[in-house]
């Protein structure tokens, strides 16, 4: 069974540009969530979605964006980049219904670099 | 509300015992346990549920304390393959989000 894919694993953008992120749950999962990996700040919350809802919200900027579609597959968007959002995006599955008592899945992330 | 986890870092020889730690100032609904090695993915160790249920993984076990709280995750007889950074994260009562501690780093030696 193929893990949570992550596409790009590596990308540069430059201050003021915009970025989106793919992730690919494992198949028959239908909870997704993202996770913002930084140094000394572990992993910090972003959104969590079910069925192309989204169920929880974490506390960054309206830049930051979203979106489940119906296959399960999930997008999150970045705009107007500032030089602290570069960091390791993590994307998530659970086969619950939840995250909280399900095991979840992680991608191995992508790897975004704002210069 | 972030959990707190202890000790931040840690170095051990092969064969001892370890103990992290993971705070959280709220009810605890589940506290999740996972070790990521440097450029991969967090992987599953771990998941206790209030109320006892746990699922878990061989050679590795926790403990969690409703009363405090809190959860400990023991390494028992570690392996150089036992290093890597060790996350917890915690759901609390009224809030279904699954927020992550700062991180653990176990570093094994031979």
């Known amino acids: 069974k193929a893990g949570v894919t992550q596409t790009p694993r590596y990308l540069i953008k430059t201050r003021g540009q915009q970025v989106t992120l793919s992730c690919s749950p494992i198949s028959g999962h239908r909870s997704v969530s993202w996770y913002q990996q930084t140094p000394g700040q572990g992993l910090q919350f972003l959104f969590e979605y079910f069925s192309e809802t989204q169920r929880n919200k974490g506390n960054f900027p309206g830049r930051f964006s979203g979106r489940q579609f119906s296959n399960s597959r999930s997008e999150m968007n970045v705009s107007t980049l500032e030089l602290g959002d570069s960091a390791l995006y993590l994307c998530?599955?659970?086969?619950?219904?939840?995250?909280?008592?399900?095991?979840?899945?992680f991608g191995e992330g992508s790897w975004l670099t704002v210069v | 509300q972030q959990p707190v986890q202890s000790p931040q870092a840690v170095i051990l020889r092969e064969g001892e015992d370890a103990v992290i730690n993971c705070s959280s100032s709220k009810a605890l609904y589940s506290v999740h346990w996972y070790r990521q090695k440097h450029g991969e993915a967090p992987v599953f160790l771990m998941i206790?549920?209030?109320?006892?249920e746990q699922k878990g993984h061989d050679k590795i076990s926790a403990s969690f304390n409703e009363k405090k709280q809190q959860s400990s995750l023991y390494l028992t007889a570690s392996q150089l393959s036992y290093s890597g950074t060790y996350f917890c994260g915690t759901a609390n009562f009224g809030n279904e989000k699954l927020t992550f501690g700062t991180g653990t780093r176990l570093t094994i030696i031979p």
């Open positions: 998530a599955s659970s086969p619950g219904q939840d995250f909280i008592g399900n095991t979840i899945y």
């Open positions: 206790l549920l209030k109320g006892g």
